[in-house]
């Protein structure tokens, strides 16, 4: 706290009539608030320095955190403090910059209450209040936010290549459309997008929650064939699974309902002895959680297919 504010009203009086002969020192306007007294105004900071020299007292230190105690003081002893609010806000938030978790690291809004509600209104996009908080706290989320943007600039280099290698295998006359599949599901494979994909789902299998990682295929809900190459890339679209539901959902023998993620069961498999032979009777039935918008709009392409799979089975 400041200790400099020892100051009488006559020291302050005295301040006024030097300002009043002397005028204001150059480039000494008035940064934040000024005191209002006869219709006359005098940049609060310099009324507290001069009043501090005349008073034999050491000028009071910290530019934006004394301005807003100098404002208080003065308000106390019943003089008119008037305030730029764009500038005390600036001033307030320089003052806190240096105390880590005190001032948004974004945009340098102090945090008072409600830092939640801020965070979520204007930064959820980079990261999330229950990512970032902690970050704030520990004075590391600048840190932190940059290694994640290198990933990311990483990642979507690698993508970047991934597309001209899919373009390339289909465009290879000396593949079948079989093999085009095969091969670019493994480039796919390879690449960022199954970390990405891994990610949205915990690095699990999206129904049995396995999370040995050598046993877990990235899945895609939208057919391979029918999806361009922004789709086939496009984490949403992915769902890890063991290879046996991976084969299951390869060849529509199991799909997710798009909304609920309730997993459905092909008439073949539906038999206790057949779930059993699968080793498939005690999974769980359902997508570990719900599908979120996009991963609904992919899954909505598979649970369509295996609808039709269904009714064409049922008719022949
Ligand atoms: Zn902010």
């Known amino acids: 706290m400041s200790t400099g ?30 005191l209002l007294i006869d219709n006359k105004k005098y940049p609060l900071k310099i009324v507290v320095d001069i009043a501090h020299d005349i008073a034999g007292l050491p000028r ?7 301005s807003i105690v100098s ?15 764009k500038q005390a806000h600036e001033e307030f938030r320089k003052s806190r910059l240096a105390e880590p978790g005190k ?32 970050l704030i706290q520990a004075g590391t989320y600048h840190e932190e936010k940059q290694r994640r943007e290198a990933d990311r600039e990483a990642d979507l280099k690698d993508l970047e290549a991934v597309v001209k290698d899919l373009d390339a295998i289909d465009k290879d006359p000396d593949l079948s459309p079989t093999e085009r599949e095969v091969k670019g599901k ?22 049995t929650g396995c999370d040995l990682q050598s046993m877990l295929i990235a899945s895609h809900a939208k057919a391979w064939a029918a999806s361009s190459s922004k789709e086939k890339l496009d984490p949403h679209n992915g769902v890890p699974l063991v290879p046996t539901l991976d084969r299951l959902f390869d060849n529509h023998l199991i799909s997710f309902h798009p909304e609920t993620g309730d ?35 992919y899954l909505r392409h598979h649970f369509e297919a295996f609808m039709k799979k269904q009714r064409d089975k049922a008719v022949a």
């Open 186 to 207: 493994a480039r796919v494979g390879q690449s960022a997008y199954r970390k990405q994909m891994l990610e949205l789902w915990g690095g699990k299998c999206a129904v």
């Open 5 to 34: 504010f020892n100051l009488t009203p006559a020291h302050i009086e005295q301040a006024l009539a030097k300002i009043d002969r002397d005028g204001i020192p150059q480039r000494r306007n008035s940064k934040v608030y000024d």
């Open 71 to 85: 404002k208080e003081f003065f308000e106390a002893n019943g003089y008119t403090v008037l305030t730029d609010k």
């Open 60 to 66: 009071p230190q910290g530019e934006g955190f004394n």
């Open 103 to 134: 001032t948004c690291p974004e945009c340098g809004h102090p945090f008072q209450d409600g830092i939640d509600a801020h965070w979520r209104k204007n930064h959820a996009n980079i990261m999330s209040y229950e990512e970032a908080w902690p």
């Open 263 to 297: 997993m459905l069961l092909a008439r073949e498999i539906d038999t206790r002895e057949r779930r059993m032979q699968l080793g498939i009777s005690t999974v769980e039935k359902s997508l570990r959680k719900a599908p979120n918008k996009q991963q609904a709009a």
